[in-house]
Nanobody, 122 residues
Framework: VQLQASGGGLVQPGGSLRLSCITSGRTGISNNMGWFRQAPGKEREFVASILWYGGATYISDSVKGRFTISRDFAKNTVYLQMNSLKPEDTAVYYC????????????????WGQGTQVTVSS
């Protein structure tokens, strides 16, 4: 399984961004695709995840109501739509794959993308 994240950038507070994670390789029925983020000096934090088949989602309380996760079968892509962004959302965002659901900790994920920087600043 290979993952490639993109879509990060600089955005003002209150703005929106959509991150994409293109997947290749085995996308089995148990695949759970997740997004994590890591700010400087902080641990990697779970953001959201979605079952590739079935579509069940799990969203962190810290972003619930602002972020949504979705997937597109035809494009083998998982999206993280981020609205009402705040400066504290600034971090490197990673997509990852797990064979378990829900999976809320980084060690539960075995494949990782390279990360994309999101900076929320005026």
């Amino acid at each position: 399984v290979q993952l490639q994240a993109s879509g990060g950038g600089l955005v003002q507070p209150g703005g929106s961004l959509r991150l994409s994670c293109i997947t290749s390789g085995r996308t089995g029925i148990s695949n759970n695709m997740g997004w994590f983020r890591q700010a400087p000096g902080k641990e990697r934090e779970f953001v959201a995840s979605i079952l590739w088949y079935g579509g069940a989602t799990y969203i962190s309380d810290s972003v619930k109501g602002r972020f949504t996760i979705s997937r597109d079968f035809a494009k083998n892509t998982v999206y993280l739509q981020m609205n009402s962004l705040k400066p504290e959302d600034t971090a490197v965002y990673y997509c990852a794959r797990s064979g378990r659901f829900p999976a809320l900790t980084a060690p539960s994920y075995d494949y990782w993308g390279q990360g994309t920087q999101v900076t929320v600043s005026s």
